[in-house]
């Protein structure tokens, strides 16, 4: 079945450094979506990319899809404390609802 | 507001018993889930229902069952042959169909403790 790996598990900054999250797919994605939880919350969704090669911004967030569309990166320029938590891809294949998660990167930002 | 609403937040299981996880949704959403999240992992996918009175089996079916008689609800039993229960609990849903990608609403959890 579908994998989805993200690395690093893990990523400690201190505050004002950037961080960067890499999500790699075993197959062909038609959508990757991004999320993030905070500690002790649930999975808030970030934003959805489609097309091969995409990139999107939000603000400090810089969301890229890759040409072959089986891997993603979320880049956030100069972190703050409000960036902790874990971000999680998902990936959809085929034109279904399911969404296969990644296994997180848990960001710790350092004062 | 719409939203999910999971009930109860905190729910506590003697072994052999069967617990059963509420999900209420109110967004009109045709497509619900239910999602597993171990200590420090990922989400997995336990089932999922794409319209009413039909769901299908996720990653980890086994020792779970669902039912959806209603739109807005989805609920889970945790049933006894389900041998490391505890974990938190997610519901989510979404719009469904080829084209309509929004992204999942999840609901706040349920987290269960075997003791």
């Known amino acids: 079945g579908q994998q989805v790996m993200q690395i690093p598990q893990y990523q400690h900054v201190q505050e004002g450094e950037d961080f960067t999250t890499y999500c790699n797919s075993s197959t062909t994605l038609s959508n990757i979506q991004w999320y993030k939880q905070r500690p002790g919350g649930h999975p808030v969704f970030l934003i959805q990319?489609?097309?091969?090669?995409e990139v999107k911004k939000q603000k400090r967030l810089t969301f890229q899809f890759g040409e072959a569309k089986k891997n993603s990166s979320l880049h956030i320029t100069a972190t703050q404390t409000t960036d902790v938590g874990t971000y999680f891809c998902?990936?959809?294949?085929?034109?279904?609802?399911?969404?296969?998660f990644g296994t997180g990167t848990q960001l710790k930002v350092e004062l | 507001d719409g939203g999910i609403t999971q009930s109860p937040k905190y729910l506590f299981r003697k072994e052999g018993q069967n617990v059963t996880l509420s999900c209420e949704q109110n967004l009109n959403h045709d497509a619900m889930y239910w999602y597993r999240q171990d200590p420090g992992q990922g989400l997995r996918l336990i089932y999922y229902s794409q319209i009413v009175n039909d769901f299908q089996k996720g990653d980890i079916a086994e020792g779970y069952s669902v039912s959806r008689e209603k739109k807005e609800s989805f609920p889970l039993t945790v049933t006894s042959a389900q041998k490391n229960p505890t974990a938190f609990y997610l519901c989510a849903s979404s719009y469904p169909g080829q084209g309509a990608f929004d992204g999942y609403t999840f609901g706040s959890g349920t987290r269960l403790t075997v003791v």
């Open positions: 998902a990936g959809r294949e085929g034109g279904g609802n399911k969404l296969t």
């Open positions: 990319l489609v097309k091969s090669g």
